[in-house]
């Protein structure tokens, strides 16, 4: 039986080649595989930025060879880049809870 992060791991091959088979490279994301993978995927996380303009600054940072496509590679970091900002935004909101609870007692 897989472990949960086995499991995550999996969704996330099995997501960003559900989007890279749509034209082209079937091993890479075109700007506008990407841009839907991102509206339809992290929709939440797109909520919540202010400005309209993320999707299109997400694409141009990610492509890192700057062949207009994000290969698995380039996938990855931007998966660890969010995970990285959700866990800051979690922490930071951890910490104002254990603040506004120590101002309690």
Do not use: W
Request: proline share 2%.
């Amino acid at each position: 039986m897989p472990t949960q992060l086995e499991m995550a791991l999996d969704t996330m091959l099995r997501i960003f080649h559900q989007y890279s088979c749509k034209e082209g490279d079937r091993f890479k994301l075109s700007k506008g595989d990407l841009k839907i993978l991102l509206q339809r995927e992290l929709t939440d996380f797109l909520l919540l930025q202010k400005d309209p303009q993320m999707v299109d600054k997400i694409v141009l940072d990610l492509d890192a060879n700057k062949d207009n496509k994000a290969d698995f590679d380039e996938f990855v970091i931007m998966v660890a880049a969010l995970t990285v900002a959700r866990n800051d935004y979690f922490v930071e909101q951890l910490k104002k809870k254990e603040m506004l609870s120590s101002k309690q007692i």
